[in-house]
């Protein structure tokens, strides 16, 4: 802060540097009024109002009220001795300086003494010299010279005041954005986890079944005891690969929906169902379902079922496509859907779209959604070994 004061100062006072050889050429070269004959000051005379204004400019920024008070009796001099156009505008500037940097009410008090000020000098105007006219003219280069900076601060403070509005506005959006973002994760998390409870019960039964009946059951020969230690090893390592990657997600909670997991071979009921009276939606099916992995094929379901939802929220008329094809040891998923027609939506949280991608993630997947030509896409990669190959 000390560092930035500085800063302004030394800007500050380089202005005033240029100010001074400015306002010494307008001197130079006659630039003041001379109110009669019989008083002229000479140059050296009119040359310490400008230095005094000068002097003042270095606060303009660091401590403005300071800066104008200092500089008010100089430019009163300097009216006295007939004014020049440069210590003018050197005065408008300390005036714009003090409004702009110093305190809202110092603001508005300076255009309530600017206006009054003004009207003074027309009144005296038209007293001194006889003339409605000369007041007028009076009047208005005083308003020129004292109104016009403090009304041109009050202005660019407002539009400052209203951006500075906007910004905060806008950082609280963005705030709250990602709150609700992290939120759907947590959200997203917790109900994989509790969906994958029933597939980690799956595996355990099996194990505690198999293994209480090489146990208890006596006399079993070898190919059959091998054959439940197979079975046995096999859901332990998927159980444990699941384990180690949903171990993070899980989250308390006991009113969790107890549904029965969806299979893949329900896709076509699920697309059936998807329906609306200007969108309809067709599945087609490529290759040979492999024997899946349950977190896989369950991932896969929610992926096509959440990709249906946002169609049936946001897509135009027509139909969308579902397309799921096995090859190369993976479920490769798309979902098409025409692009709705009102494309100035407010930004959302896309708890959707969230849900899905960490459903890919965590299966080490692929997931990508984005419009592709005239239709929306949701694609996504799970490979069929991801669990297997975790052990």
């Given at each position: 802060?000390?560092?930035?004061?500085?800063?302004?100062?030394?800007?500050?006072?380089?202005?005033?540097?240029?100010?001074?050889?400015?306002?010494?050429?307008?001197?130079?070269?006659?630039?003041?009024?001379?109110?009669?004959?019989?008083?002229?000051p000479?140059?050296?005379?009119?040359?310490?109002?400008?230095?005094?204004?000068?002097a003042?400019?270095?606060?303009?920024?660091?401590?403005?009220?300071?800066?104008?008070?200092?500089?008010?009796?100089?430019?009163?001099?300097?009216v006295?001795?007939?004014?020049?156009?440069?210590?003018?505008?050197?005065?408008?500037?300390?005036l714009?300086?003090?409004?702009?940097?110093?305190?809202?009410?110092t603001?508005?008090?300076?255009?309530?003494?600017?206006?009054?000020?003004?009207?003074?000098?027309?009144?005296?105007?038209?007293?001194?010299?006889?003339?409605v006219?000369?007041?007028?003219?009076?009047?208005?280069?005083?308003?020129?010279?004292?109104?016009?900076?403090?009304?041109?601060?009050?202005?660019?403070?407002?539009?400052?005041?209203?951006?500075?509005?906007?910004?905060?506005?806008?950082?609280?959006?963005?705030?709250?954005?990602?709150?609700?973002?992290?939120?759907?994760?947590?959200?997203?998390?917790?109900?994989?986890?509790?969906?994958?409870?029933?597939?980690?019960?799956?595996?355990?039964?099996?194990?505690?079944?198999?293994?209480?009946?090489?146990?208890?059951?006596?006399?079993?020969?070898?190919?059959?005891?091998?054959?439940?230690?197979?079975?046995?090893?096999?859901?332990?390592?998927?159980?444990?690969?699941?384990?180690?990657?949903?171990?993070?997600?899980?989250?308390?909670?006991?009113?969790?929906?107890?549904?029965?997991?969806?299979?893949?071979?329900?896709?076509?009921?699920?697309?059936?169902?998807?329906?609306?009276?200007?969108?309809?939606?067709?599945?087609?099916?490529?290759?040979?379902?492999?024997?899946?992995?349950?977190?896989?094929?369950?991932?896969a379901?929610?992926?096509?079922?959440?990709?249906?939802?946002?169609?049936?929220?946001?897509?135009?008329?027509?139909?969308?496509?579902?397309?799921?094809?096995?090859?190369g040891?993976?479920?490769?998923?798309?979902?098409?859907?025409?692009?709705?027609?009102?494309?100035?939506?407010?930004?959302?949280t896309?708890s959707?779209?969230?849900?899905?991608?960490?459903?890919?993630?965590?299966?080490?997947?692929?997931?990508?959604?984005?419009?592709?030509?005239?239709?929306?896409?949701?694609?996504?990669?799970?490979p069929?070994?991801?669990?297997?190959?975790?052990?």
């Open positions: 802060m000390h560092r930035l004061r500085r800063l302004t100062t030394r800007q500050d006072a380089l202005i005033a540097v240029a100010a001074l050889a400015g306002g010494l050429v307008v001197l130079a070269a006659h630039g003041h009024t001379v109110w009669s004959e019989g008083w002229n000479s140059f050296g005379l009119r040359l310490l109002p400008l230095i005094g204004l000068c003042a400019m270095p606060l303009r920024r660091t401590a403005p009220l300071t800066g104008l008070l200092l500089a008010t009796p100089f430019n009163f001099a300097d006295a001795f007939g004014p020049s156009l440069a210590t003018a505008m050197i005065y408008g500037d300390a714009y300086a003090a409004s702009l940097y110093g305190r809202r009410r603001a508005e008090w300076l255009l309530g003494a600017t206006l009054a000020a003004s009207a003074a000098v027309a009144v005296a105007a038209a007293v001194a010299l006889r003339g006219a000369v007041g007028v003219l009076g009047a208005s280069v005083a308003g020129v010279v004292w109104v016009t900076p403090v009304l041109t601060a009050m202005a660019v403070r407002e539009h400052r005041s209203r951006a500075e509005t906007e910004r905060e506005r806008a950082e609280q959006v963005a705030r709250l954005a990602e709150m609700d973002r992290r939120a759907a994760v947590t959200a997203e998390r917790a109900r994989m986890a509790r969906e994958l409870h029933d597939v980690i019960a799956n595996h355990l039964s099996a194990v505690a079944l198999h293994s209480s009946a090489v146990l208890k059951v006596r006399g079993l020969d070898r190919e059959e005891v091998d054959r439940a230690m197979e079975v046995i090893r096999e859901n332990s390592v998927q159980g444990l690969a699941e384990m180690r990657r949903m171990i993070g997600l899980l989250r308390e909670g006991d009113d969790a929906d107890p549904a029965a997991r969806p299979r893949l071979a329900e896709l076509d009921r699920l697309v059936r169902h998807t329906a609306r009276s200007d969108l309809s939606a067709r599945l087609e099916v490529a290759g040979r379902q492999p024997e899946l992995p349950a977190a896989v094929e369950l991932a379901y929610r992926i096509v079922q959440e990709a249906l939802t946002n169609a049936l929220k946001h897509a135009g008329s027509g139909c969308a496509d579902v397309r799921v094809e096995y090859a040891g993976h479920v490769v998923i798309d979902v098409l859907s025409p692009l709705g027609r009102d494309v100035s939506r407010l930004p959302g896309g959707g779209l969230v849900g899905m991608r960490e459903r890919a993630v965590m299966l080490a997947g692929r997931f990508a959604a984005g419009p592709d030509g005239g239709r929306w896409r949701v694609h996504a990669e799970l069929v070994d991801s669990l297997g190959g975790a052990a």
